[in-house]
């Protein structure tokens, strides 16, 4: 008898100290995720108070990233150009003076794009070219890396971003990381990002992102994001300034642009962009018609007052143009 009620006490005692490391092991779990909060509001407020936002400058038509690199304000965004299309284009674009190029993995034209360059006769350390690696790279991105400078084949990349979030993102971002200690890649960032995304991402990698490329138009201003970004010392970049396929001939005909432009007789195409400027927002429209691109870059000789600026910001509609 006295043998049972040992071994009863002894069961007892097994399910107490059992309750009590899984109770341990809870509380240092919660305490680890509370530090890592604490660790993350760190980093943010480190950034925001170093007050580090990049300005723009626009003599020279460039803005200093925060890796030391000088990027052009606006360049040519080359989604869905393909083949002699693009190569045309970029032939053109930087016949026009435009030396930011903007590709990608998924645009599929890295292979034109690198050509153009190369047979431009323009020194290469004056071009800037940004490309992206996909989610499905994600797992292999030395290899994705290296197929992109192989079908570039310009020497360097002067930014890779990753093309939106997913998973394997932060290690696809560390091998990335090692690249810009090679030399092979000058400058990294993010494409698709917000606010919640960069408060999870930052604190995980080692190199913070010279710049976040986002959709970014007269009816989706992201006013709320975008100060978010340049407070921590990083340029704001958008696509679809026009506001994407199947919408641009609506903003470019809105009202109250029309207005803004044959005021300063200018396209509204042109105060989109010189909107955006002003904001600090690089722009990188998209276009494969040599009169566009020659126009899409003659953005510095006119400027929009503060009113301007303000009829335009009050067409915000929160419209989302794409899923990313």
């Known amino acids: 008898m006295k ?10 005692y097994i399910f107490i100290l059992i ?3 899984a109770g341990i092991g809870i509380y240092l779990g919660l305490k680890g995720k509370e530090q890592e909060n604490i660790v993350n509001d760190n980093i943010i407020n480190k950034l925001e108070q170093e007050n580090n936002i990049a300005k723009f400058n626009f003599e020279t038509k460039t803005v200093k990233l925060n890796s030391g690199y000088e990027m052009p304000l606006n360049g040519l965004g080359t989604y869905s150009l393909t083949g002699d299309t693009c190569y045309n284009a970029v032939s053109s674009a930087l016949k ?7 590709t990608a993995y998924m645009y599929g034209n890295e292979e034109e794009i690198g050509k153009a360059i190369r047979d431009s006769g323009i020194p290469r350390e004056e071009i800037f070219v940004i490309t992206k690696i ?16 192989k079908k570039l084949d310009i020497e360097y990349i002067d930014m890779m971003l990753l093309h939106h979030p997913g998973e394997g993102d ?9 690249y810009v200690k090679s030399g092979k890649i000058r400058s990294l960032g993010l494409s698709n990002w917000y606010v919640e995304e960069l408060n999870d991402f930052l604190p995980k990698i080692n190199i913070i992102p010279a710049l976040v490329q986002n959709e970014i138009h007269p009816y989706y201003q992201e006013n709320d994001v975008i100060p978010f970004i340049q407070n921590l010392g990083i340029v704001v970049q958008g696509w679809y300034p026009f506001g994407g396929r199947g919408h641009t001939s609506e903003l ?10 044959n005021n300063h007789n200018v396209s509204s195409a042109q105060v989109i962009l010189r909107w955006n400027l002003q904001k600090g927002v690089v722009v990188i429209p998209g276009s494969s018609n040599p009169d566009h691109i ?3 870059m003659n953005i510095y000789g006119f400027e929009l007052n503060e009113n301007e600026m303000q009829e335009i910001n009050s067409l ?9």
């Open 3 to 12: 043998l049972i009620i040992r071994e009863k006490k002894k069961t007892i």
């Open 19 to 21: 309750v009590l490391i």
């Open 96 to 102: 026009s003076g435009v030396r930011l190029i903007d």
């Open 134 to 149: 996909y989610p499905s790279q994600f797992d292999k991105t030395k290899e994705a890396i290296e197929l992109a400078l």
């Open 170 to 178: 932060v290690e696809a971002y560390k091998a990335m990381e090692k």
């Open 252 to 261: 470019l005909n809105n009202e109250t642009i029309t207005r803004i432009a």
């Open 294 to 296: 020659k126009e899409n």
């Open 316 to 324: 915000d509609r929160n419209e989302k143009h794409d899923w990313y």
